[in-house]
């Protein structure tokens, strides 16, 4: 008998990883929407959907998602449209009797000075950064439900929360798009124009921690496919989501010199100290998922090898 599983958001970076490692599995249906199928923010629709389906397990991927100016300039958006995705899809589920869900969340979540690295017990210690605190805010509240569910009807509502991800299907859109995106794209243009420079923001010294979405889709899985005694083992009834990560950083320096080589770009950086830096340092503590027998296997330059790849072969949908 196969089991029914629905990767909500499986257009998107992290669920269509989700589905390229599901997919081979013979074990498996996968059920699949896409927006335009199934508005997953309608109440009404979404409890339709999981009554016809006779779904198994969930995973969560489906997320409003932006930069600073998208979450700046749409807070009511993004905290609207997430709060209901999560809220529909996890109350659905719990009646149509699915016990397994997998809710993938955000680093954000940790408060604005948390220690570093930030372990899972940082949540709801501080204030959150404020450019995307009501995303942020959405996001704590998905793990909330799953917690909540699990305590009041013993579901197995399971939490996850990736570090900055990178890989196939990343926006890599000039307005809007993340750093790694960003710059492979402008590294790119800078070759083909055969520019003697490309101009950096800040100084380079922030340190970030980067996790390709093959390597996020596999932890998924892995955690999702724990047994229960496991998982209760090593977490906690009100404290049970996972951080996913690296456990390693760099620089923004040293990423950005590592985009030139992968890309090809014989020009000179040149950093431009008058833009921000942000945050000296943003790393997640992954002592939890390494306890539970899971690392990450792909290295930054390799994974980047791999992004920049993808962008070449889907360019086209990226024009300006």
Request: proline share 4%.
């Amino acid at each position: 008998m196969k089991k029914k599983i629905f990767v909500a958001g499986h257009l998107g970076m992290v669920g269509s990883a989700i589905v390229r490692q599901l997919q081979p599995q013979e074990n498996v249906e996968l059920i699949l929407r896409s927006r335009k199928t199934l508005d997953l923010t309608n109440q009404h629709a979404v409890s339709e959907f999981f009554q016809s389906e006779k779904i198994d397990q969930v995973y969560l991927a489906a997320a409003k998602v932006g930069g600073i100016i998208a979450n700046n300039t749409y807070p009511a958006d993004f905290i609207y449209e997430n709060l209901m995705i999560e809220a529909n899809i996890i109350h659905a589920a719990h009646l149509n009797n699915v016990q397994k869900l997998l809710f993938l969340g955000s680093s954000c979540i940790y408060p604005k000075l948390a220690a570093q690295p930030m372990a899972e017990n940082a949540l709801l210690t501080g204030t959150l950064e404020p450019t995307n605190e009501p995303y942020a805010i959405a996001k704590i509240a998905g793990i909330k439900l799953c917690e909540s569910y699990n305590r009041q009807y013993g579901r197995d509502y399971r939490s996850v929360m990736p570090t900055n991800l990178y890989g196939p299907n990343d926006n890599f859109h000039p307005n809007n798009s993340h750093v790694i995106p960003a710059l492979l794209r402008r590294f790119h243009e800078a070759k083909l124009a055969g520019a003697a420079e490309v101009v950096a923001w800040g100084s380079g010294s922030p340190m970030r921690e980067f996790l390709h979405v093959d390597d996020m889709a596999a932890a998924s899985i892995f955690v999702m496919q724990l047994d229960s005694a496991t998982y209760e083992a090593n977490t906690q009834p009100m404290l049970s989501h996972i951080n996913v990560g690296t456990g390693v950083d760099c620089t923004i320096k040293q990423l950005t010199e590592t985009v030139a080589k992968v890309v090809g770009f014989k020009g000179s950086i040149v950093w431009d100290t008058s833009k921000p830096d942000g945050a000296p340092r943003k790393l997640m503590n992954v002592d939890r998922l390494k306890a539970l027998g899971w690392q990450y296997s792909i290295e930054l330059e390799t994974g980047l090898r791999n992004a920049y790849q993808w962008f070449l072969e889907n360019q086209d949908n990226f024009r300006a």
